[in-house]
């Protein structure tokens, strides 16, 4: 077996979430106007009704995590504050989603945390938001699989235990079940699972049946500190799809359901089939989506057989079913982003959200922002770090760094480059080298070349340049047994994949 070096690199998550304005919540088409604020919703048959009976149609933004971004341990995530919640509602914004990570819950502890989710709660009131609020994993909790995704400061991203989930929706439902402003609990984000052969795996009506169970013993918890508040069960793929739910339904009242319609979605199941049939007869909400052009291109969509443009076409489609929608993400980092900078210039795909909920909403649409001008930021000296195993040339300076440590700190400056060299590999050994952070950052570093195969002395060069100011993640696999490249956490226990976070100050 061969064994990599394993390593990470400095990060500073870059990163940003923003927040909106003053108004009542919007009905859609079957509304017939909210006479107050806040008030609770319901399932009813395949609607979410006010309590006069009447079918909301809910849209709006994820924000960033709160405690995240409340915390102040990434300089770059952006600025805590109210205002962000106040542009988030002169875009029409009815319902904001706060994704909480469990690694952001642990690293900040109970109280300091519901200290950013209450601030958050509140701002949104006072705009006339409500909130959804995410216990936002990626894996298959019943399995304890999880998507392998470092951050610097918070470790691992998405790893979480039942004990730990069970305890969050424990005292979140003790905390907000007679908050109203808290429309629904989304019980966990995205269900994906990781197997070691593949990522993500397919999966079985038995895999739903484990998961349903999963999904009712937590709502059961629930029910015994809120009775009321709606709840949100993910559907598989990512919580792309649903089509299990109509043969084996959540078997609990007030129970919606999560569908995540990015352009790359329909792979496998079209729209109909994976939760566009399910609203005949049941609750769905789309509680992420969006595009950009790097990470989720709308072409792929239409190279999965799908017809039109992407955004007309799901835009059409969640309208005419009456489906919920919380775009992601109000963030000029975390991709597809909705902004561009911390101004809150929107992006491609943020004007064109902000345009549908403008239409909508009952608000006078507020002048676009433009971009100020951002200065250009002073390239940092990379460290000497000494070693043996590998070496860092960055421009003219060659620095060595060695196999065993922990940290690195490698920071770059706009348009410079570096060239990695591994070594005490095995000779002839294909690797493949990728930059991979899944809604994550805007890339911030090119990798080249995507594979390479150690020469004769087990060593490969790799060239890492900058490309904007953030951080990014860089990965390296060697095949499995079966030759598969799987950054997973099972090849990296094995010592067939690292990674590591890179800075471009």
């Given at each position: 077996m061969v064994l990599l070096n394993k390593f990470i690199l400095v990060v500073c998550f870059f990163a940003l979430i923003i927040i909106g304005q003053n108004s009542r919540a919007e009905t859609g088409d079957a509304g017939a106007g909210i006479e107050k604020f806040p008030q609770q919703y319901i399932v009813k048959g395949n609607k979410i009704v006010d309590e006069s009976g009447d079918e909301m149609i809910f849209r709006g933004v994820n924000a960033e995590d709160p405690v995240w971004q409340g915390s102040e341990l990434d300089p770059d995530i952006g600025i805590w504050k109210e205002e962000n919640f106040k542009v988030m509602r002169e875009w029409g914004a009815t319902l904001v989603r706060l994704p909480i990570h469990p690694a952001t819950w642990r690293k900040l502890g109970v109280d300091k945390s519901f200290g950013f989710?209450?601030?958050?709660?509140?701002?949104?009131?006072?705009?006339?938001?409500?909130?959804?609020?995410?216990?936002?994993?990626?894996?298959?909790?019943?399995?304890?699989?999880?998507?392998?995704?470092?951050?610097?400061?918070?470790?691992?991203?998405?790893?979480?235990?039942?004990?730990?989930m069970f305890e969050f929706w424990d005292l979140v439902s003790k905390r907000y079940f007679n908050n109203d402003v808290v429309v629904f609990y989304e019980l966990f984000n995205e269900p994906a699972l990781?197997?070691?052969?593949?990522?993500?795996?397919?999966?079985?009506?038995?895999?739903?049946?484990?998961?349903?169970?999963?999904?009712?013993?937590?709502?059961?918890?629930?029910?015994?500190?809120?009775?009321?508040?709606?709840?949100?069960?993910s559907g598989f793929q990512f919580a792309y799809d649903l089509s299990f739910v109509p043969d084996a339904p959540i078997e609990r009242p007030n129970v919606v359901y999560a569908t995540h319609p990015y352009p790359d979605a329909n792979w496998k199941t079209d729209w109909d089939k994976a939760f566009g049939n399910v609203k005949a007869d049941f609750p769905v909400i789309a509680t992420e989506l969006g595009f950009d052009s790097d990470e989720k291109p709308e072409e792929i969509f239409n190279d999965n057989g799908g017809k039109g443009l992407y955004r007309d076409e799901i835009m059409s489609f969640l309208e005419d079913k009456k489906i919920?929608?919380?775009?992601?993400?109000?963030?000029?980092?975390?991709?597809p982003a909705l902004l561009l900078d911390l101004d809150f210039t929107p992006s491609e795909s943020g004007e064109f959200f902000r345009k549908i909920m403008l239409k909508h909403a009952d608000i006078t649409e507020a002048p676009t922002p433009t971009l100020s001008p951002t200065s250009t930021p002073e390239p940092t000296p990379t460290p000497d770090v000494g070693g043996k195993s590998f070496t860092f040339k960055c421009n003219k300076d060659l620095q060595v760094g060695f196999a065993d440590i922990e940290r690195l700190n490698l920071r770059l400056g706009e348009n410079e480059h570096c060239v990695l060299k591994l070594t005490n590999l095995e000779s002839g050994l294909p690797v493949e080298i990728s930059s991979r952070l899944r809604k994550g950052l805007l890339p911030t570093i090119k990798i080249e070349p995507p594979r390479?195969?150690?020469?004769?002395?087990?060593?490969?060069?790799?060239?890492?340049?900058?490309?904007?100011?953030?951080?990014?993640?860089?990965?390296?696999?060697?095949?499995?047994?079966?030759?598969?490249?799987?950054?997973?956490?099972?090849?990296?226990?094995?010592?067939?994949?690292?990674?590591?976070?890179?800075?471009?100050?």
């Open positions: 989710i209450d601030q958050a709660i509140a701002w949104a009131e006072k705009f006339n938001m409500y909130v959804i609020i995410d216990f936002h994993s990626i894996g298959f909790m019943p399995e304890n699989d999880f998507m392998d995704l470092r951050d610097f400061e918070f470790g691992q991203l998405y790893e979480t235990t039942r004990e730990e990781d197997s070691v052969l593949d990522f993500p795996a397919e999966f079985t009506i038995d895999d739903w049946l484990v998961w349903k169970k999963f999904n009712e013993d937590v709502i059961d918890a629930i029910r015994i500190n809120d009775p009321d508040k709606a709840v949100i069960v919920s929608w919380t775009a992601w993400a109000f963030s000029h980092a975390f991709t390479s195969i150690t020469d004769a002395n087990g060593e490969i060069e790799i060239t890492i340049t900058a490309i904007r100011k953030g951080i990014d993640w860089a990965e390296w696999t060697a095949p499995n047994d079966r030759g598969q490249f799987k950054f997973n956490k099972q090849s990296y226990d094995k010592g067939l994949a690292w990674g590591m976070f890179v800075e471009v100050k």
